[in-house]
Protein backbone atom coordinates (compact mmCIF):
# COMPACT_ATOMS: atom_id res chain seq x y z
CA UNK A 1 0.00 0.00 0.00
CA UNK A 2 1.34 3.28 -1.48
CA UNK A 3 1.85 5.40 1.95
CA UNK A 4 2.68 9.29 1.95
CA UNK A 5 3.51 10.95 5.07
CA UNK A 6 3.71 14.35 5.61
CA UNK A 7 5.65 16.56 8.59
CA UNK A 8 6.68 20.01 9.77
CA UNK A 9 3.43 21.63 10.31
CA UNK A 10 3.04 23.76 13.45
CA UNK A 11 2.14 26.73 14.89
CA UNK A 12 4.14 30.03 13.06
CA UNK A 13 3.80 33.56 13.45
CA UNK A 14 2.42 35.88 10.77
CA UNK A 15 5.18 36.81 8.24
CA UNK A 16 7.25 33.61 8.85
CA UNK A 17 8.67 30.80 7.47
CA UNK A 18 8.25 27.10 7.69
CA UNK A 19 8.87 23.91 5.49
CA UNK A 20 6.50 21.14 5.06
CA UNK A 21 7.96 17.55 4.09
CA UNK A 22 6.17 15.07 3.09
CA UNK A 23 7.92 10.93 2.79
CA UNK A 24 6.72 8.47 0.48
CA UNK A 25 7.11 4.46 0.66
CA UNK A 26 6.03 1.72 -1.51
CA UNK A 27 5.81 3.56 -4.67
CA UNK A 28 8.34 4.42 -7.47
CA UNK A 29 8.30 8.32 -5.94
CA UNK A 30 10.69 9.49 -8.73
CA UNK A 31 7.69 8.54 -11.36
CA UNK A 32 5.28 10.32 -10.70
CA UNK A 33 4.37 14.16 -10.21
CA UNK A 34 3.20 15.41 -6.40
CA UNK A 35 1.10 17.70 -5.15
CA UNK A 36 0.13 19.72 -2.21
CA UNK A 37 -3.70 20.59 -1.31
CA UNK A 38 -4.87 22.37 1.79
CA UNK A 39 -7.91 22.68 3.57
CA UNK A 40 -8.65 25.94 5.63
CA UNK A 41 -10.82 25.29 9.01
CA UNK A 42 -14.30 24.22 7.86
CA UNK A 43 -13.39 24.76 3.59
CA UNK A 44 -13.31 23.11 1.19
CA UNK A 45 -10.20 21.66 -0.89
CA UNK A 46 -7.31 24.10 -1.80
CA UNK A 47 -4.80 22.98 -4.67
CA UNK A 48 -1.82 24.94 -3.86
CA UNK A 49 1.08 22.76 -6.25
CA UNK A 50 2.56 20.63 -8.28
CA UNK A 51 5.95 19.72 -9.27
CA UNK A 52 6.78 17.17 -12.45
CA UNK A 53 8.20 13.94 -11.34
CA UNK A 54 11.68 15.26 -12.28
CA UNK A 55 11.21 18.29 -10.38
CA UNK A 56 11.16 20.44 -13.94
CA UNK A 57 7.69 21.72 -14.23
CA UNK A 58 6.45 23.03 -11.29
CA UNK A 59 2.91 24.66 -10.96
CA UNK A 60 1.01 27.09 -8.35
CA UNK A 61 -2.40 28.32 -7.41
CA UNK A 62 -2.51 32.00 -7.54
CA UNK A 63 -2.72 32.39 -3.29
CA UNK A 64 0.45 31.15 -2.48
CA UNK A 65 2.41 32.29 -6.20
CA UNK A 66 5.66 34.07 -4.89
CA UNK A 67 5.58 32.83 -1.55
CA UNK A 68 5.96 28.99 -1.52
CA UNK A 69 8.12 26.67 -3.19
CA UNK A 70 7.63 22.77 -4.03
CA UNK A 71 10.72 20.88 -4.52
CA UNK A 72 11.45 17.27 -4.20
CA UNK A 73 14.25 14.89 -3.30
CA UNK A 74 13.75 11.83 -5.55
CA UNK A 75 17.22 10.18 -3.86
CA UNK A 76 15.36 10.44 -0.80
CA UNK A 77 11.48 9.85 -1.88
CA UNK A 78 10.66 12.95 -0.06
CA UNK A 79 8.41 16.47 -0.82
CA UNK A 80 8.64 19.66 0.34
CA UNK A 81 6.99 22.89 0.71
CA UNK A 82 8.54 26.13 1.60
CA UNK A 83 6.39 28.60 2.54
CA UNK A 84 7.60 31.96 3.14
CA UNK A 85 5.44 35.54 4.51
CA UNK A 86 2.69 33.52 6.25
CA UNK A 87 -0.44 34.76 7.09
CA UNK A 88 -3.67 33.71 8.77
CA UNK A 89 -4.79 32.82 5.52
CA UNK A 90 -2.46 30.20 4.93
CA UNK A 91 -3.84 28.50 8.11
CA UNK A 92 -5.22 25.04 6.93
CA UNK A 93 -4.30 21.65 7.18
CA UNK A 94 -1.42 20.65 4.11
CA UNK A 95 -1.69 17.17 1.94
CA UNK A 96 0.27 15.83 -0.12
CA UNK A 97 -0.91 13.66 -3.03
CA UNK A 98 0.56 11.69 -5.71
CA UNK A 99 -0.46 12.32 -9.18
CA UNK A 100 -1.56 9.38 -11.45
CA UNK A 101 1.24 10.82 -14.53
CA UNK A 102 4.35 12.01 -14.52
CA UNK A 103 5.11 15.53 -16.21
CA UNK A 104 1.70 17.30 -16.24
CA UNK A 105 -1.36 16.89 -13.58
CA UNK A 106 -4.10 15.13 -14.23
CA UNK A 107 -5.54 14.03 -10.94
CA UNK A 108 -4.23 12.68 -7.38
CA UNK A 109 -5.13 9.12 -7.02
CA UNK A 110 -3.21 8.99 -3.16
CA UNK A 111 -3.47 11.39 -0.25
CA UNK A 112 -1.37 11.49 2.78
CA UNK A 113 -3.29 11.91 6.33
CA UNK A 114 -2.44 16.08 6.14
CA UNK A 115 -0.17 18.35 8.89
CA UNK A 116 -1.37 21.32 10.55
CA UNK A 117 -0.46 24.63 10.11
CA UNK A 118 -1.39 27.45 11.96
CA UNK A 119 -0.50 31.11 11.40
CA UNK A 120 -1.36 32.62 14.71
CA UNK A 121 0.57 35.93 17.14
CA UNK B 1 -10.12 31.22 -14.45
CA UNK B 2 -11.83 27.45 -14.51
CA UNK B 3 -15.20 27.30 -12.23
CA UNK B 4 -16.95 23.63 -10.74
CA UNK B 5 -20.00 24.04 -9.57
CA UNK B 6 -21.32 21.63 -7.19
CA UNK B 7 -24.27 21.60 -5.21
CA UNK B 8 -23.52 22.30 -1.23
CA UNK B 9 -26.12 19.60 -0.58
CA UNK B 10 -27.75 16.22 -1.21
CA UNK B 11 -29.94 13.93 0.69
CA UNK B 12 -30.76 10.30 -0.03
CA UNK B 13 -32.56 7.80 2.20
CA UNK B 14 -30.63 4.68 2.55
CA UNK B 15 -30.80 2.11 -0.41
CA UNK B 16 -31.89 5.07 -2.94
CA UNK B 17 -29.29 5.81 -5.39
CA UNK B 18 -26.88 9.19 -5.02
CA UNK B 19 -26.10 11.28 -7.62
CA UNK B 20 -23.35 14.60 -7.76
CA UNK B 21 -23.16 16.98 -10.15
CA UNK B 22 -19.93 18.99 -10.93
CA UNK B 23 -20.55 21.38 -13.87
CA UNK B 24 -18.06 23.52 -15.38
CA UNK B 25 -17.26 25.06 -19.00
CA UNK B 26 -16.90 21.87 -21.44
CA UNK B 27 -15.78 19.55 -18.46
CA UNK B 28 -16.76 16.29 -21.08
CA UNK B 29 -13.25 17.29 -22.92
CA UNK B 30 -11.44 17.37 -19.09
CA UNK B 31 -10.52 14.06 -17.35
CA UNK B 32 -12.72 14.21 -13.86
CA UNK B 33 -11.22 13.26 -10.47
CA UNK B 34 -13.99 12.34 -7.71
CA UNK B 35 -12.31 11.82 -3.75
CA UNK B 36 -14.78 11.00 -0.66
CA UNK B 37 -13.73 12.68 2.70
CA UNK B 38 -15.25 11.85 6.17
CA UNK B 39 -14.97 14.18 8.95
CA UNK B 40 -11.06 14.43 10.18
CA UNK B 41 -10.15 12.14 7.90
CA UNK B 42 -7.79 12.39 4.69
CA UNK B 43 -9.83 12.44 0.99
CA UNK B 44 -9.81 9.20 -0.45
CA UNK B 45 -10.02 8.80 -4.53
CA UNK B 46 -13.66 7.29 -5.35
CA UNK B 47 -13.31 7.91 -9.58
CA UNK B 48 -10.69 8.83 -11.71
CA UNK B 49 -10.77 9.44 -15.31
CA UNK B 50 -14.50 10.32 -15.30
CA UNK B 51 -15.77 6.79 -14.99
CA UNK B 52 -12.81 4.21 -13.23
CA UNK B 53 -12.58 3.19 -9.77
CA UNK B 54 -9.88 2.37 -7.53
CA UNK B 55 -9.01 -1.11 -6.05
CA UNK B 56 -11.00 -1.21 -3.00
CA UNK B 57 -14.06 1.18 -4.67
CA UNK B 58 -17.52 -0.83 -4.57
CA UNK B 59 -19.04 -1.36 -8.04
CA UNK B 60 -22.23 0.68 -6.91
CA UNK B 61 -19.86 4.48 -6.79
CA UNK B 62 -20.24 5.10 -10.56
CA UNK B 63 -18.99 8.27 -12.52
CA UNK B 64 -19.64 9.85 -16.19
CA UNK B 65 -19.14 12.96 -17.79
CA UNK B 66 -20.23 14.65 -20.89
CA UNK B 67 -21.10 18.13 -22.40
CA UNK B 68 -20.59 20.44 -19.36
CA UNK B 69 -21.91 18.20 -16.29
CA UNK B 70 -19.64 15.34 -14.70
CA UNK B 71 -21.59 13.08 -12.54
CA UNK B 72 -21.15 10.94 -9.89
CA UNK B 73 -23.36 8.18 -8.59
CA UNK B 74 -23.39 6.56 -6.08
CA UNK B 75 -26.39 3.44 -5.69
CA UNK B 76 -27.57 1.75 -2.86
CA UNK B 77 -26.54 4.26 -0.84
CA UNK B 78 -25.49 3.50 2.79
CA UNK B 79 -24.97 4.85 6.03
CA UNK B 80 -21.18 4.89 5.91
CA UNK B 81 -21.75 6.92 2.07
CA UNK B 82 -22.17 10.10 4.24
CA UNK B 83 -19.16 12.75 4.07
CA UNK B 84 -18.33 15.07 1.51
CA UNK B 85 -17.38 14.77 -2.08
CA UNK B 86 -15.24 16.58 -4.56
CA UNK B 87 -14.50 16.57 -8.12
CA UNK B 88 -11.00 18.01 -9.26
CA UNK B 89 -9.60 18.33 -13.23
CA UNK B 90 -6.45 20.15 -14.43
CA UNK B 91 -7.10 23.25 -16.46
CA UNK B 92 -4.54 23.64 -19.30
CA UNK B 93 -5.88 26.90 -20.19
CA UNK B 94 -4.76 28.27 -16.67
CA UNK B 95 -2.14 25.59 -15.52
CA UNK B 96 -4.03 25.20 -12.30
CA UNK B 97 -5.76 22.20 -10.46
CA UNK B 98 -9.36 22.96 -9.75
CA UNK B 99 -11.38 21.44 -7.09
CA UNK B 100 -15.42 22.05 -7.42
CA UNK B 101 -16.47 23.78 -3.70
CA UNK B 102 -17.60 20.31 -2.51
CA UNK B 103 -21.01 18.24 -1.26
CA UNK B 104 -22.23 17.34 1.95
CA UNK B 105 -24.30 13.64 0.82
CA UNK B 106 -26.06 12.76 3.95
CA UNK B 107 -27.85 9.76 4.47
CA UNK B 108 -31.60 10.45 5.89
Known amino acids: QVQLVESGGGVVQPGRSLRLSCAASRLTFSSYGMHWVRQGPGKGLEWVTF????????YYGNSVKGRFTISRDNSKNTLHLEMNNLTAEDTAVYYCAKDVGSYVPYGMDVWGQGTTVTVSS | SYVLTQPPSVSVAPGQTATITCEGN??????VYWCQQKPGQAPVVVAYDDSDRPSGIPERVSGSNSGNTATLAISRVEAGDEADYYC???????????FGGGTKLTVL
Open chain 1, 51 to 58: ISYDGFYK
Open chain 2, 88 to 98: QVWDTSSDHVV
Open chain 2, 26 to 31: NIGIKS
